[in-house]
């Protein structure tokens, strides 16, 4: 890898369709990391980024289907950032 190589952008948004991820009441962790996810692709997409994105839709994938998404997206190219969303659950403390 170079100083010159043009960086590829994989995002992927963490569950879908079955899986939700952490849920609260009808808050669904699924939902915020696809919102996210799109929003991302879709930003670096107009600042000329190469860029691809592992689902668009509230869709099932599979752990190996996910992860051959994410290194098929361009091919065997070694200068590829993923991007994987994921907005857990979690307490807050107050001090």
Do not use: C, W
């Not at 996810?37 to 600042?47: G, H, V």
């Amino acid at each position: 890898m170079n100083g010159n190589t043009t960086k590829r952008v994989v995002v992927d948004a963490g569950h879908g369709g079955s899986d939700p991820g952490a849920v609260n009441g009808n808050i669904r962790e699924k939902d915020f990391n696809l919102q996210a996810a799109n929003y991302i692709y879709n930003r670096l997409n107009e600042l000329g980024v190469p860029v691809a994105i592992t689902r668009t839709t509230d869709e099932d994938i599979g752990r190996n289907e996910r992860l051959r998404r994410m290194l098929n997206s361009f091919g065997n190219d070694e200068d590829v950032i993923i991007l994987s969303n994921h907005i857990n659950a979690g307490g807050v403390e107050f001090l």
